[in-house]
C-alpha cells in the first residue's frame, strides 16, 4: 500500500497513529506545534491507574516514531487545510505547506484555565494550584507552600471547568476525579503526616482499576471525601483557605480551612485544534470537540472524505483509550487509502 | 373503649406514591431548570440564610421533588432572594425563581405552612 499521511500532533495520539501507519507502508508526516513531541504527557510525573512515571509513556512514543516512513516536523502549527481532488493542502502559520493523501487529526486538548473559576482564587491566592502544578511539584518531590513551609490540609476541588454550565463545559472531563485521587495518595507517600480531603459532586470511577485505587484511598491512606460542590474559597489573615462546601451528606454547609488547595481542571477543545479548522467546514459536537461522524460505528471518522480524528480532539480520553482510538483510526485511513486508488 | 396508650407510628418512609406530586410539577412547568438539580449543595455553601438557620436549597429541591413538601413548605420562607446560589449552581439552574415559583406553588396547594 502506498500513500502519505498528514498527521496533526504529535502527543499520545498522533504518534502512535503515526507509528502504526508507517509500519504499513504509509508514509507519515506528523506535525507538531511544540519543538519536541509527547503533548500533556510530558507535564506530568506519574499516571493512573499504576502510577507509572510518564517518561514511560515518551519513552514508548519515541520508540513508536523511529521509522524511515515517518518524517517529524516541530515548531510548526496548522492553521488551515483545502482539499482539490483527493489530495489535501495544509498550511501552517510561518506559512509552509504540506500535502497529504490523508489527513490525521490529532490535536489533543487544552487543560481548562482555572483563573476563569474566580470564586477559587487561582492566580490570585498563592497557595491555590492546579493538578498541572502539582504534577510539576511531584516531578520535583518537594510539596511546598509559598513561604517554603510545607501543608498540613490540602484539599482537592473536583469538576473545576467540568460539569459546569458557569463555564460552558456541560461533559465530564473523566480524568479529574481518578487523577485527584492519584493524587490525593502521592501527596500522603510525600507528607505521611498530612490530612487530605477530596470535594466532590459524584466520584466517577469508570475506568479499569479506578475504583480499587479510590478504595485504597481511604483505607490505606486515610484521605477524606466530603460530598459537595466548593462555592467559594477566600484566604484569611493567616493565609489559609477558608473553603466553603456544603456537606450534602451531614446535610449542612461546612467551612473548613486548608494550607493548600488543588483544582481538578478539566479538558476543553484546544484552540490550536480550533484553528486547523479556521474556515469551520468539520463538524463540531456541543462540547467544541471536534464531532464523528457517528460515536458509535465511526468515531475516527470526520464529515470530511479523508479528515480523520485520533484522541482528545473528540473527546476527553485517559491514554488507554487515546492509545486504542489512535489504532482505530489507522483502520480507518488504511481503508480510505486501499479505496482510493 | 379501652385506650392503652398505645399509637401507630408513622412510618419513616418516603411514601412516594401517596406524596403530592403537584408542587414540584408546577414548579418544573414554569421553571424547567428546576428538573437539572444534581444535589452538588453549591447553593447551600453560598447562602447567608443557610449559614445562620436552618435552611438548604439543596435539601428544599430533593424534598419538593420526592413530594416531601412540609419542611420546604415552611422553609421556603427564610429565603432572602439575594441570588447568590445562581451565581454558583453548575447546571444553571434559575434558583431564585425556583424559590418564588415554590411559593406561589405551596398557596396554591394549600400545603404553606405560614
Known amino acids: ?341 | 373503649m379501652n385506650r392503652f396508650g398505645y399509637s401507630l407510628s408513622k412510618a419513616r418512609v418516603i411514601d412516594y406514591d401517596a406524596n403530592n406530586h403537584a408542587v414540584a410539577e408546577y414548579i418544573a412547568e414554569k421553571e424547567p431548570s428546576f428538573r437539572l438539580c444534581i444535589a452538588c449543595g453549591g447553593c447551600a455553601a453560598t447562602c447567608t440564610t443557610g449559614n445562620f438557620t436552618e435552611f438548604s436549597l439543596r435539601e428544599i429541591n430533593i424534598l419538593i421533588h420526592r413530594g416531601e413538601n412540609r419542611k420546604p413548605g415552611s422553609d421556603i420562607r427564610k429565603c432572602m432572594l439575594c441570588g447568590k446560589c445562581i451565581l454558583v449552581c453548575p447546571r444553571g439552574v434559575n434558583t431564585r425563581n425556583v424559590v418564588i415559583t415554590a411559593r406561589e406553588a405551596f398557596k396554591k396547594f394549600g400545603i404553606n405552612a405560614l
Open chain 1, 1 to 341: 500500500m502506498t500513500g502519505n499521511v498528514i498527521v496533526i500532533g504529535g502527543g499520545t495520539a498522533g504518534v502512535e497513529a503515526a507509528g502504526q501507519l508507517a509500519r504499513s507502508g504509509i508514509g507519515v508526516t506528523v506535525i507538531e506545534k511544540e519543538s519536541t513531541i509527547g503533548g500533556h504527557v510530558r507535564n506530568w510525573h506519574h499516571l493512573f491507574p499504576d502510577r507509572r512515571s510518564s517518561s514511560e509513556v515518551i519513552d514508548y512514543l519515541r520508540k513508536q516514531l523511529k521509522h524511515d516512513n515517518i518524517t517529524l516536523v516541530t515548531g510548526e502549527l496548522i492553521s488551515g487545510f483545502d482539499k482539490k481532488g483527493g489530495s489535501f493542502r495544509l498550511k501552517s502559520s510561518s506559512g509552509k505547506e504540506f500535502h497529504g493523501d490523508a489527513v490525521l487529526i490529532a490535536s489533543g486538548f487544552d487543560l481548562f484555565r482555572s483563573e476563569r473559576k474566580e470564586e477559587y482564587g487561582y492566580g490570585i491566592y498563592d497557595n491555590v494550584i492546579t493538578s498541572a502544578d502539582l504534577e510539576s511539584m511531584f516531578r520535583d518531590k518537594s510539596i511546598l507552600l509559598r513561604n517554603g513551609r510545607e501543608p498540613e490540609k490540602i484539599g482537592f476541588v473536583h469538576c473545576v471547568g467540568s460539569r459546569d454550565e458557569k463555564s460552558g463545559n456541560l461533559y465530564c472531563s473523566k480524568l479529574c476525579c481518578i487523577t485527584a485521587v492519584k493524587q490525593a495518595i502521592g501527596l500522603k507517600e510525600l507528607i505521611p503526616g498530612s490530612k487530605v480531603f477530596c470535594f466532590y459532586m459524584d466520584m466517577r470511577m469508570g475506568g479499569a482499576l479506578y475504583e480499587e485505587m479510590y478504595r485504597e484511598a481511604q483505607e490505606k491512606y486515610g484521605i477524606s471525601f466530603i460530598r459537595g460542590k466548593v462555592s467559594e474559597v477566600s484566604e484569611n489573615i493567616e493565609g489559609k483557605l477558608v473553603t466553603k462546601v456544603e456537606d450534602t451528606l451531614a446535610g449542612r454547609p461546612l467551612r473548613i480551612e486548608m494550607d493548600l488547595l488543588v483544582l481538578m481542571a478539566g479538558m476543553e477543545m484546544s484552540k490550536d485544534g480550533e484553528a486547523i479548522d479556521i474556515s469551520g467546514k468539520l463538524n463540531r459536537g456541543v462540547n467544541r470537540f471536534f464531532a464523528p461522524a457517528d460515536y458509535h460505528f465511526g468515531s475516527n471518522i470526520s464529515n470530511i472524505k479523508g479528515v480523520f480524528y485520533a484522541g482528545a480532539c473528540t473527546a476527553p480520553m485517559n491514554i488507554t483509550e487515546t492509545i486504542s482510538h489512535a489504532r482505530g483510526a489507522v483502520s480507518d485511513v488504511l481503508n480510505y487509502l486501499t479505496n482510493k486508488h
